[in-house]
């Protein structure tokens, strides 16, 4: 122990928050409960009731904030510096001090003893080892942030890492409920349970000191925008994500929309291979940053996955101009194909949806598979120069990677 000033005076805090809300059961208030199923291959699911004591907790904040244990345990903490790190690295830069201290420290420990001891019966080991994980976090140099995105439409045989603390990998069971007993009404339906709705996206960053957590809502986004275009798997994430900092439940905040929303298709496998495609895909598309009209292709191709006819032949014929220029069917048709019938054909599609005809499903997959060689080109004015003398019959057009 290294501070047994702050063990006292936040042992006192908690002890007498326990009376409070055991009187306040006492007198009629009601402690929700959740119900938390753990399914088990080949065996019979088992059930668990899971006090919600997080959000009993949370409600009565104000009355607990004013209590005389709660003022001695604030000035215990405004004495520790470690604790000032702490409270603005979990809370951020926005509450007050005094503010930020009560909640991510007082209420934390409150909230992870409550957990602990299944409710506001009194336990001294878990308090004891609540206490501790306050302390490892409270003086360590370093904070692991780590941020889980449910994810539908896809499947894993095993764990794939799209970049270095990103990767999609199978749930654990009970892994979101540990924390967040009510996550069985925030994840989508049926999710653990069937083969296309068991995988997450987990987000993970060693943080020093007060520094700010990464923005996951948008990493997350990119993650599923990567993985779309690899596999054209009807992919989808959230719709929340679940953050914590070290190892305590940080926040629950919600996916971008455009990866929130599960276009139609079929769902498919996420290999090695297109796994590895989509990790490089991710690192690319910061060349949108740079390159306007590449990102305009990307977000009319990623809109499109979620319109009808002929909204979605639309947002199709704009994402090849923008990504290929007016002469699009033409280089469209030299950059995905090699074989002479095989061009032929695909650009008589392409010439059909230049000329307003509705998109075939051929047509749909070659604006993805033009942004994936794009991407992997890495410098698409260069790669039209280069469809250009293909065209004219100055150089041959050597084939990249075609994704499939």
């Known amino acids: ?109 409150l909230v992870s003893t409550a957990e602990a001891c299944g409710g506001f019966d009194w336990d001294d080991e878990s308090f004891d080892r609540a206490y501790a994980e306050l302390e490892r976090s409270l003086f360590g140099e370093r904070r692991t942030y780590a941020a889980v995105a449910p994810l539908v439409g896809i499947s894993v045989t095993t764990q794939l890492e799209l970049a270095p603390g990103l990767r999609v990998r199978a ?7 540990r924390h967040w007993p009510e996550a069985g009404s925030l994840v989508p339906k049926d999710f653990g349970r069937e083969t296309d709705r068991y995988c997450v996206l987990e987000l993970r960053a060693a943080l020093a000191g007060a520094e700010d957590p990464p923005d996951a809502p948008a990493e997350i986004a990119d993650a599923v925008s990567a993985i779309r275009l690899a596999t054209a798997a009807p992919l989808s994430a959230g719709p929340v994500l679940f953050e914590t900092l070290d190892g305590r439940p940080f926040g629950i905040r919600p996916v971008l929309p455009i990866a929130a929303t599960q276009p139609p298709g079929d769902a ?99 604006a993805r598979r033009a942004l994936v060689e794009a991407l992997q080109h890495g410098d698409r004015p260069a790669l039209l120069g280069e469809l250009d003398e293909a065209l004219l019959g100055v150089r041959d057009r050597r084939p990249l990677r075609l994704a499939v």
Request: with cysteine.
């Open 1 to 109: 122990m290294r501070a047994p000033h702050l063990y006292a005076s936040l042992r006192g805090f908690v002890l007498g928050a326990f009376a409070y809300l055991l009187r306040e059961l006492d007198e009629g208030a009601e402690l929700p409960v959740a119900f938390v199923e753990h399914e088990h291959a080949g065996g019979p699911a088992l059930y668990e009731y899971r006090p919600l004591v997080r959000a009993f907790v949370e409600e009565r904040a104000p009355r607990l904030r004013g209590r005389d244990d709660a003022l001695i345990a604030l000035e215990e903490l405004q004495r520790e510096p470690a604790a000032a790190i702490f409270a603005r690295a979990h809370a951020g830069p926005r509450p007050s001090e005094d503010e930020a201290l009560f909640r991510t420290v007082l209420l934390g420990l």
């Open 171 to 177: 749930v654990a069971d009970g892994e979101l409920a």
């Open 268 to 366: 498919t496998r996420l290999d090695s291979f297109r796994g590895a495609l989509a990790g490089e895909l991710l690192v690319r598309l910061a060349l949108a940053d740079a390159d306007s009209a590449l990102a305009e292709a990307l977000d009319r191709w990623e809109l499109s996955l979620f319109q009808n006819e002929p909204f979605r032949s639309d947002q199709l014929r704009a994402a090849f101009v923008a990504l290929l220029g007016e002469t699009w069917p033409l280089r469209a048709a030299v950059l995905l194909e090699t074989e002479p019938g095989a061009r032929s054909a695909l650009h008589a599609e392409l010439t059909a949806l230049a000329r307003g005809d509705d998109c075939s499903a051929t047509v749909a997959d070659a």
